[in-house]
């Protein structure tokens, strides 16, 4: 082949980076493509600490992020820039991931400028327009305008033949063939190729300073719809649990977005055996979610990660687009109330069977080649 492929790869928060980076790398292994990465930078320091974690720097950094950005402007500040790179360089394809703002507005953006589109981490679904938001939508819409859709499961390709988006059925193994003028390819999850990559540095994690005669509950919650009372309910469960729980530590790496850190500092702050932390870079956070005990998340990648390191979690949520943890026994939804959440961590610290029914190392969501297996596609369908 001639011509190189210009690849444009597109995102511009923690977990598109986290999830695009192991495909960024392998583009860049392969001969046949040009990759150029785009960053939106809709995320600044929690985006650089995973570029410089894969040793990635971008050709073009946006460099978007405003302190507590609203939808409307940050819509309008994608389109409007990715625009001006889309007629500069001229790609061949755009990829997007997920369902972010960045995602959803640089999948139109393409669109408008008449670019083939690849949706990577395409068909998730709640199918509750409001929840989460403004994620169902986000991609629901940059699925309806994608050409190719990468579909990490067999669920989610469904949810796209189901939407109407189908030129074919695949056959359900991980290794489906890539036949001509099918548009929906089942990948596995690029999340998985990240985890695999970071997690065998067994990142040292002593400077935490975690005391090594208590059991780690990890937290994590930065949801938009989870602001305000939710959050408060999640900080009152850590309070009880903590109180009852002598033998417990709870370390949360607080997420940057000031909804967040308002109501998470005024509850949990100088709290004993309550670490608030800053956000980890990617390595340690995959050792402690590693070490944890247990997991408590609103976060849609450490539901895709956690399985995977045989560490029971509790979603605080009332729905998940990611079933195919809970349906194997490791991922449990708990929603949002005081009472479920601690009383579900009180089962899980006092039931030893039944934390073992929840302690099991399941993989739904990859094999740590979903890149691999995404550039083929692309590369097939180029040539
Ligand atoms: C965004 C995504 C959400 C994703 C989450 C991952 C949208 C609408 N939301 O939510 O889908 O789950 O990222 O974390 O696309 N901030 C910083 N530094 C950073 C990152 C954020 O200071 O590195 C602060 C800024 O004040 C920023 C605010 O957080 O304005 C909100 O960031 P934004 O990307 O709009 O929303 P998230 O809640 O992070
Ligand atoms: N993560 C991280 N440091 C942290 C918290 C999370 O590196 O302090 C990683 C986590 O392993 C996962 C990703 O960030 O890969 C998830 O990001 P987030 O929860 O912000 O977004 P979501 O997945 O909910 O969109």
Redesign the pocket.
Known sequence: MDKKIKTAVVF?????AIKMAPLVLELKKRPEFEPVVIVTA????????VLDLFEITPDFDLNL???????WS?TSDILTETKKIFEEIKPDIVLMH???????ATALSAFYARIQIGHIEAGLRTFNKDY?F??EI?RVLADAVSDLHFAPTEGSVENLLNSGIKEGRLNGSMDNSYEEGRRIYKTGNTVIDALLYTVEKNTDLSYLGLRDDLKTILLTS???ENFGQPLENICDAVLDIVEKNKDIEVVYPV??????RNTVFKKLDNIERVKLID?LDYAPFCALMKKAHIILTD???VQEEAPSLGVPVLVLRDETERPEAVHSGCVKLVGTSREKITSTVNKLLSDEAFYNSMKMAVNPYGDGLASKRTADIILSRFS
């Open positions: 511009g928060t923690r977990p598109e809709q995320h600044r320091q929690m985006l650089d600490q992020m405003k302190p507590n950005q609203n939808l940050l997920g369902d972010t703002t960045t995602a959803f989460p403004p994620e986000n930065h949801r938009r997420h940057l977005n000031p909804n967040v956000p976060s849609g990648g």
